[in-house]
């Protein structure tokens, strides 16, 4: 009896594809049947590209549009990869053609286009769950249990955690996230999303009273008709006193860590977005004494070291391929879980306060160029 699968279709060949190619045909429980691109010969160069790397036994069909392998009966699920300011009406297309959806972050040019996105995920029963992969990664299920432990961190006070990379010249002049009709966000939006659902995340959901947030660099394109933001910062306030903030740019080298803080202690994840290469996945508490010994007065050092026997990347286990086995399960079942759609309503109302507050700073000005 041959296994059931669910059957993914990719609209779009962007870059990020190619890993996610990779991480259905190791799911166990998924394969790519399908193609799109505004051109068709980018979708076959895309095909060939990957199955020169990870082949298929059958090789997925190359489609002439992105409504054409919507209308297909041959795909379940679909990967969406478009440009953030194109992707409402082709996740509400998806929707409507009765396609699970993977929507890549940020999921929308705000949150009242991501309900609409949603809604009709849900009118038509099929999943919506956004593409962050850390979400699925054992760690996490490791921290979680090492902070509901109070002889760790004890009562949660403040959260921290930066994203960034430093993009070169011609990057910076070319690549879309500078570009205010596709990506408006800038970095905020392709790595603040990262640290707000961390935040988020830590806090089990709950979302904050207040933010404010500082546009530290904007930078356009030559096509791109305003700035988006390319350094930008944060801060999160919740109820009980727990503070969040967050860095994100393009213009600092490769940083991606988060830290929580709280009464007893902290707990620090040196790659908490995409793990540092090995088959081991990291991270740290730390319960350090200060200690006065008449004149001697020194700090004792109490950190362990969690380690959790999972490949950072291109494997079975690792995050990338445990989001498509999770969310081709839920295909397969016949079920949808709200959880997914929830917390990226929650994300994209966190980024759109923050972006808005950062813009309100600039008029009121009280930031100096």
Same mark, same amino acid.
């Given at each position: 009896?041959?296994?059931?699968?669910?059957?993914?279709?990719?609209?779009?060949?962007?870059?990020?594809?190619?890993?996610?190619?990779?991480?259905?045909?190791?799911?166990?429980?998924?394969?790519?049947?399908?193609?799109?691109?505004?051109?068709?010969?980018?979708?076959?160069?895309?095909?060939? @590209?990957?199955?020169?790397?990870?082949?298929?036994?059958?090789?997925?069909?190359?489609?002439?549009?992105?409504?054409?392998?919507?209308?297909?009966?041959?795909?379940?699920?679909?990967?969406?990869?478009?440009?953030?300011?194109? @992707?409402?009406?082709?996740?509400?297309?998806?929707?409507?053609?009765?396609?699970?959806?993977?929507?890549?972050?940020?999921?929308?040019?705000?949150?009242?286009?991501?309900?609409?996105?949603?809604?009709?995920?849900?009118?038509?029963?099929?999943?919506?769950?956004?593409?962050?992969?850390?979400?699925?990664?054992?760690?996490?299920?490791?921290?979680?249990?090492?902070?509901?432990?109070?002889?760790?961190?004890?009562?949660?006070?403040?959260?921290?955690?930066?994203?960034?990379?430093?993009?070169?010249?011609?990057?910076?002049?070319?690549?879309?996230?500078?570009?205010?009709?596709?990506?408006?966000?800038?970095?905020?939006?392709?790595?603040?999303?990262?640290?707000?659902?961390?935040?988020?995340?830590?806090?089990?959901?709950?979302?904050?009273?207040?933010?404010?947030?500082?546009?530290?660099?904007?930078?356009?394109?030559?096509?791109?008709?305003?700035?988006?933001?390319?350094?930008?910062?944060?801060?999160?306030?919740?109820?009980?006193?727990?503070?969040?903030?967050?860095?994100?740019?393009?213009?600092?080298?490769?940083?991606?860590?988060?830290?929580?803080?709280?009464?007893?202690?902290?707990?620090?994840?040196?790659?908490?977005?995409?793990?540092?290469?090995?088959?081991?996945?990291?991270?740290?508490?730390?319960?350090?004494?200060?200690?006065?010994?008449?004149?001697?007065?020194?700090?004792?050092?109490?950190?362990?070291?969690?380690?959790?026997?999972?490949?950072?990347?291109?494997?079975?286990?690792?995050?990338?391929?445990?989001?498509?086995?999770?969310?081709?399960?839920?295909?397969?079942?016949?079920?949808?879980?709200?959880?997914?759609?929830?917390?990226?309503?929650?994300?994209?109302?966190?980024?759109?306060?923050?972006?808005?507050?950062?813009?309100?700073?600039?008029?009121?000005?009280?930031?100096?160029?």
């Amino acid at each position: 009896m041959t296994k059931r699968l669910c059957r993914w279709g990719i609209i779009s060949t962007a870059l990020i594809g190619q890993k996610n190619w990779q991480a259905i045909h190791l799911s166990g429980n998924g394969t790519v049947v399908g193609v799109a691109s505004r051109d068709p010969n980018n979708a076959r160069d895309f095909i060939e @590209r990957c199955q020169s790397r990870c082949p298929y036994e059958t090789p997925p069909t190359v489609f002439d549009d992105y409504q054409s392998l919507l209308g297909s009966d041959q795909i379940d699920a679909v990967y969406i990869p478009l440009p953030t300011a194109l @992707r409402k009406p082709w996740v509400i297309a998806a929707a409507n053609a009765g396609k699970h959806v993977v929507c890549e972050k940020p999921c929308a040019a705000d949150a009242d286009d991501l309900q609409e996105m949603i809604g009709a995920c849900r009118e038509n029963n099929v999943q919506f769950m956004d593409g962050v992969m850390y979400m699925h990664t054992q760690r996490m299920k490791r921290i979680r249990a090492a902070l509901d432990d109070p002889q760790n961190v004890g009562a949660i006070k403040r959260i921290a955690c930066q994203f960034s990379f430093c993009a070169p010249d011609d990057w910076m002049q070319s690549d879309i996230r500078v570009n205010s009709e596709l990506e408006p966000h800038g970095c905020l939006g392709d790595l603040g999303w990262y640290c707000i659902r961390f935040a988020l995340w830590t806090m089990n959901w709950q979302l904050p009273q207040r933010v404010t947030a500082t546009m530290l660099a904007e930078h356009a394109r030559a096509d791109s008709p305003q700035p988006v933001p390319v350094e930008f910062s944060a801060e999160l306030f919740f109820p009980d006193g727990v503070s969040a903030g967050f860095y994100c740019s393009f213009r600092t080298h490769h940083q991606q860590w988060a830290n929580i803080s709280g009464s007893r202690g902290y707990l620090y994840i040196p790659d908490f977005v995409l793990p540092y290469k090995g088959d081991q996945l990291s991270f740290e508490i730390s319960n350090a004494d200060f200690v006065i010994d008449g004149c001697d007065f020194h700090m004792d050092d109490h950190r362990q070291r969690i380690s959790v026997p999972e490949s950072a990347n291109s494997t079975a286990n690792s995050q990338e391929t445990n989001l498509f086995r999770t969310f081709g399960d839920l295909v397969l079942s016949g079920s949808t879980d709200p959880h997914w759609p929830e917390i990226s309503l929650k994300t994209q109302q966190v980024m759109d306060a923050c972006f808005v507050a950062a813009k309100q700073e600039q008029r009121s000005g009280q930031l100096v160029s």
